[in-house]
């Protein structure tokens, strides 16, 4: 059940052109809020606002904040152009143009026959796998690069934080978010019609493939979102793309299921997707190694798929450089070093390829 309270802006702490981070009052306390101007109207203080606090007093981790639903005196209505709609038949469905409609200045391209031309598609299950792809993909090329954010967690690209930070700084060129995900620089309909604007739109060179901030997980070994790696790695090879897999690897996750090799990725690669492709691992401490063949193989993902390695150690290094600040599970490279040496060294590998 949705648990909906009626609050008080109390200031604007931080505002962007596709959110705004809130202090509000709620039930006599203060509490973190976000509002989407697209889907409500900008907030400003003192307005009286109806807020979502379900994710805070269930005690969620990622969408830890309250949310505005509405603005007491602000009209709700669809902003923007285009006639695709997205969070579609939901109370704050969202109007979008996307990439492929006719009305679109790139529809003609987007009609066009499709065929990715080798381009490089890297597949990521968690939104904190960009970071360290993209910081080792832009150190050794200056290939345009582009995000593609599925709906399997968060749907506004503006939740991510860091992903305002890569754009910035360049370690993104495009994102383009697809399927009920809104936001990026293009809307796609379906993540496929995404890798096709990635080359044809936003001439970009490589992609990344990966949700938003939030993964779905419950415990069992097909309820998670994670899952949705395998279809997208075949769709990409079917469309003519070098297709990438990058590895959930983690040796400080204490849960068996995550420990070495995720089961998601094992599931993924080893029973749900169907075409063969490249997955690219990190040169690990030997025993590492041995355990990561060891599952790779007990789960079919070898010899089903090719293995790639390539070097990801430096990563902690280059993101401090940058001054690229990221984590997983609440942890940093320097805690988890194989979680995020496995994307880096999925960056360099697609970088090499995009040279190619």
């Known amino acids: 059940m949705i648990r909906v309270r009626q609050g008080r802006v109390l200031a604007v702490k931080e505002e962007h052109p596709d959110i705004q981070f809130l202090r509000v009052s709620c039930d006599d306390q203060e509490a973190d809020a976000i509002n989407y101007p697209a889907l409500t109207g900008p907030a400003r203080p003192d307005d009286i606002v109806t807020l979502n606090t379900t994710a805070v007093e269930l005690g969620l981790g990622t969408g830890g904040q309250h949310f505005v639903m509405a603005i007491q005196g602000q009209a709700r209505r669809l902003s923007g152009i285009g006639h695709i709609i997205k969070a579609r038949y939901m109370p704050s469905q969202v109007r979008v143009q996307a990439v492929e409609e006719p009305g679109s200045a790139a529809h003609s391209v987007m009609a066009s026959p499709c065929h ?5 598609v890297a597949v990521a299950t968690l939104h904190s796998l960009i970071t360290p792809f993209a910081a080792t993909f832009k ?31 360049g370690f993104i060129d495009a994102v383009i978010t697809c399927g009920h995900a809104f936001g990026g620089d293009w809307e796609a309909v379906t993540p496929y019609s995404a890798m096709q604007a990635a080359q044809e739109v936003a001439r970009c060179r490589a992609c990344i493939v990966a949700m938003g901030p939030g993964v779905v997980g419950t415990q069992t070994p097909l309820g998670t979102t994670a899952l949705e790696q395998a279809p997208l790695l075949d769709g990409a090879a079917a469309l003519g793309a070098r297709a990438v897999a990058i590895p959930r690897i983690s040796f400080a996750d204490t849960r068996t299921r995550h420990y070495g090799v995720s089961q998601h990725t094992l599931i993924a ?7 063969p492709t490249t997955v690219v691992l990190p040169f690990l401490p030997q025993d590492q190694k041995e355990l990561v063949l060891t599952q790779l193989h007990a789960a079919g993902v070898v010899p089903k798929h090719r293995l790639a390695w390539e070097h990801g150690d430096d990563i902690a290094a280059l993101l401090e450089a940058a001054a690229l600040q990221v984590t997983s599970m609440g942890r940093t490279p320097h805690d988890d070093p194989a979680f995020f040496a496995a994307a880096a060294a999925a960056g360099r590998y697609v970088a090499q390829l995009s040279r190619n």
């Open 116 to 120: 990715l031309n080798d381009m490089p």
């Open 139 to 169: 150190q050794l090329t200056d290939a345009r690069l582009a995000y593609i954010m599925t709906d399997g967690a968060a749907l506004p690209a503006a939740f991510s934080k860091i992903l305002r930070t890569l754009k910035t700084k």
């Open 269 to 275: 690669l080893g029973r749900l997707a169907q075409v």
